[in-house]
């Protein structure tokens, strides 16, 4: 029985294999990438810098 997946956050675009294209909104923002690592590797805050889905993602995973 396949188990089922929850609900996505917003509209699939596309789906390739094994993988899921999903469309947010855009955030604008003057921050770059390095920016945002340097921060982290520093241990200092990124809230405010990213989206929510995206700090959580870097807290959970590391920086890129």
Wanted: positive net charge.
């Amino acid at each position: 029985m396949k188990k089922k997946e929850a609900d996505p956050p917003s509209q699939v675009v596309a789906q390739l294999h094994k993988t899921s294209v999903y469309l947010l909104e855009n955030v604008s923002s003057e921050v770059s990438a390095t920016d945002v690592r340097r921060r982290q590797q520093r241990g200092q805050s990124i809230h405010g810098l990213v989206s929510a889905r995206v700090e959580e993602y870097i807290l959970k995973t590391g920086p890129l």
